[in-house]
């Protein structure tokens, strides 16, 4: 299977409550990274969090970094019908400078 | 305006026919890549540059070039494109990689088709 790999592949909520989604890992990292993609549009970065942090907030979002369980979790608090997208974790190897994507969750929230 | 821009964003060509898909950034960035998207695969990494005239494979670099002679600028080239290479394609930039890393910059996509 491959680095970085998103759990759920779907997710459907409704406004207002909070989004987990789940990324899974194989190899050692320098860091991992979350993006958001509106349907066909450009990857927009949400957050990094370097193999030496646990946890990392910025504004509704929370992702923390467990280096043992080589997993993370992106959680979005309060949210939006406009948080409807795909979201990817992405890891950045340590023993290269290439960047790993995976397949994604689907977010929908409903209104 | 900091950003990532391609061309063409769309492109439907034939089966041989060379192309060039066109990467410029105008934030400075050392390393810049190229990804392609298909439905369940994600976004894969086809190659990547570290800086001037520095470029290296990535997970899928078969039947695709690229070159890095300016630090704005990062073609892709498809010598001899194939119907397999219809995807969305990515560019990306960034200000460094590794532990110094920052946030990837990525233009808005090309949809290329080949019949």
């Known amino acids: 299977s491959q680095q970085g790999e998103e759990d759920p592949q779907a997710l459907s909520i409704q406004e207002g409550e909070n989004a987990t989604m789940n990324c899974s890992y194989k190899?050692?990292?320098?860091?991992l990274q979350w993006y958001r993609q509106n349907s066909g549009r450009g990857l927009v970065h949400l957050i990094l969090?370097?193999?030496?942090?646990r946890e990392k907030h910025s504004g509704r979002l929370r992702v923390t970094l467990d280096t043992s369980k080589k997993s993370s979790s992106l959680l979005i608090t309060a949210s939006r019908a406009a948080d409807t997208a795909s979201y990817f974790c992405a890891t950045r190897e340590t023993s290269g400078s290439r960047l790993t994507f995976g397949e994604g969750t689907q977010l929908t929230v409903n209104p | 305006e900091a950003q990532v821009t391609q061309n063409p964003r769309y492109l439907i060509t034939v089966t041989g026919k060379k192309l060039t898909v066109t990467c410029s950034q105008n934030?400075?960035?050392?390393?810049m890549s190229w990804y392609r998207q298909d439905p369940g695969l994600g976004l894969r990494q086809i190659y990547y540059?570290?800086?001037?005239?520095?470029?290296d494979k990535g997970d899928v670099p078969e039947g695709y070039k690229v070159s890095r002679k300016e630090k704005r600028n990062f073609p892709l080239i498809l010598e001899s494109p194939s119907p397999n290479q219809t995807s969305l394609y990515f560019c990306?930039?960034?200000?460094?990689?590794?532990?110094?890393?920052?946030?990837?910059?990525f233009g808005p996509g090309t949809r290329l088709t080949v019949l």
């Open positions: 990306a930039s960034s200000l460094s990689y590794g532990r110094a890393e920052r946030e990837q910059f």
């Open positions: 934030m400075n960035h050392e390393y």
């Open positions: 969090i370097r193999s030496n942090e």
């Open positions: 540059s570290m800086n001037v005239e520095v470029t």
């Open positions: 190899t050692s990292i320098n860091n």
